[in-house]
């Protein structure tokens, strides 16, 4: 049973940052109790440092409690310098991101992976390209009429440009609403990683590792999840394997270590023919029998690659000593009430980000019970809906062949 245990979340390319996810965490929280009838008690966000932030929650049965101290890799710094930069350097930038996968073939292979992640990588490049097109269209329009007009060839080349220009970034708002920017800035940024360019998201990410290194070390945790949502799921295996370097001993002592990727995009990063230094991360986790790797797929979610296995699928060769990851299928309709699995099923963003959000009905995934609840991450994926009917009306944890009154552990 986890009386203790230590989160180490790494979240995908999103600039709402730690008080962003904080936010997130508390609202689910709250929709948490209305499930389970157990007590959480979050306290309050601690913003330790540009890369690092925590808060701890306390959720307790009549018959248990765990404490859980909840660490937060804040990269809305890196995220958001990458997406204040000029436009002249972010739209060349994915024009070069998204001709390149197209020529190297490699929106092929992610298509092949995932038709439906395929699609929707393509739509961000084609809504880009509108963009473009639009305001080039307008320009076009503008110099046209000011050539009618009589006006001097120079006069019309400037009244285009400027006209262009002006509706260029008058669309910007709606770029920005419908995630144009933010898609078409993540994935330049995930094809440097992914090569092993120096990038700014390798400090954070050696800071994380050492922090996973201590918390391991100090042995005061009974279970540690290095979690990994979307973008997070690319970035995540490297902090595990860069904690392993660190402590080649890492999992072998002391705490349960488990690596969790949640509706994870690192498959459409690895399969770039250059990714040769991300395909090698996932190679080492692959055949670290200390580290147990939970990569959380959903069917009903496009923005993951539901069914596809990293290690066969990336073109690894670990043969038999082969032993991570484990997938686990995550069924949506199990977790949401039916109304809101209609009203939000082509709500793409929203159901990909399910992953981290409470549900309408107790189902063997629940994200707060994951992170806060008694029972081992490894034994909810082994035996989940056993587990949802050990917890007893009053939130006591009674698994087979224990009394409900009995307790678990003493605290």
């Known amino acids: 049973m986890v009386r203790r245990r230590h989160v180490f979340y790494v979240e995908g390319y999103d600039p709402q940052g730690a008080t962003g996810y904080y936010g997130i965490f508390q609202r689910n929280a709250k929709r948490f109790q209305k499930l389970w009838p157990i007590?959480?008690?979050?306290?309050?966000?601690?913003?330790?440092?540009?890369?690092?932030?925590?808060?701890?929650?306390?959720?307790?049965?009549?018959?248990?409690?765990?404490?859980?101290?909840?660490?937060?890799?804040?990269?809305?710094?890196?995220?958001?310098?990458?997406?204040?930069?000029?436009?002249?350097?972010?739209?060349?930038?994915?024009?070069?991101?998204?001709?390149?996968?197209?020529?190297?073939?490699?929106?092929?292979?992610?298509?092949?992976?995932?038709?439906?992640?395929g699609l929707h990588l393509v739509t961000y490049q084609i809504l880009l390209m509108a963009w473009i097109a639009v305001a080039a269209a307008a320009g076009m329009l503008a110099g046209g009429l000011a050539t009618l007009a009589s006006l001097p060839v120079a006069i019309g080349v400037v009244v285009a440009v400027a006209a262009a220009a002006a509706l260029f970034v008058a669309l910007r708002p709606l770029a920005d609403r419908w995630f144009v920017i933010q898609v078409n800035n993540c994935w330049p940024k995930l094809r440097e990683f992914a090569r092993g360019a120096p990038s700014s998201l390798r400090q954070p990410i050696d800071i994380f590792a050492s922090r996973v290194v201590a918390a391991a070390r100090a042995n005061e945790a009974d279970e540690i999840l290095v979690i990994g949502h979307s973008g997070g799921g690319t970035l995540a295996p490297a902090v595990v394997t860069r904690a392993l370097k660190l402590a080649p001993d890492l999992g072998r002592h002391g705490p349960r270590i488990v690596l969790m990727t949640l509706g994870s995009v690192m498959p459409a990063a690895a399969l770039h023919p250059d990714s040769g230094w991300l395909r090698a991360k996932i190679q080492r986790i692959?055949?670290?029998?200390?580290?147990?790797?939970?990569?959380?797929?959903?069917?009903?979610?496009?923005?993951?690659?539901?069914?596809?296995?990293?290690?066969?699928?990336?073109?690894?060769?670990?043969?038999?000593?082969?032993?991570?990851?484990?997938?686990?299928?995550?069924?949506?309709?199990?977790?949401?009430?039916?109304?809101?699995?209609?009203?939000?099923?082509?709500?793409?963003?929203?159901?990909?980000?399910?992953?981290i959000m409470a549900n309408d009905n107790r189902a063997p995934y629940d994200y707060t019970m994951l992170c806060c609840g008694p029972v081992p991450v490894e034994e909810w994926a082994k035996r989940g809906r056993e587990l949802v009917e050990a917890f007893l009306e009053d939130g006591s944890y009674a698994p087979a062949g224990r009394r409900s009154n009995e307790a678990i552990f003493a605290y």
């Open 39 to 117: 007590a959480v008690e979050l306290r309050e966000l601690k913003l330790d440092s540009d890369v690092l932030a925590h808060w701890e929650v306390e959720a307790s049965g009549p018959n248990w409690r765990t404490s859980t101290r909840y660490e937060f890799l804040r990269l809305e710094g890196v995220i958001g310098a990458n997406m204040r930069q000029p436009l002249w350097r972010q739209v060349p930038r994915a024009l070069y991101w998204g001709l390149g996968d197209l020529l190297g073939g490699t929106t092929f292979r992610i298509f092949r992976a995932s038709w439906r992640f």
């Open 286 to 355: 692959a055949v670290e029998p200390s580290i147990l790797w939970l990569d959380c797929q959903s069917r009903k979610d496009l923005l993951n690659f539901w069914g596809f296995d990293p290690v066969p699928g990336l073109g690894l060769n670990v043969g038999r000593e082969r032993c991570n990851p484990q997938i686990w299928q995550v069924r949506m309709r199990d977790a949401l009430s039916p109304r809101n699995y209609w009203r939000l099923r082509w709500n793409l963003f929203r159901i990909h980000y399910q992953f």
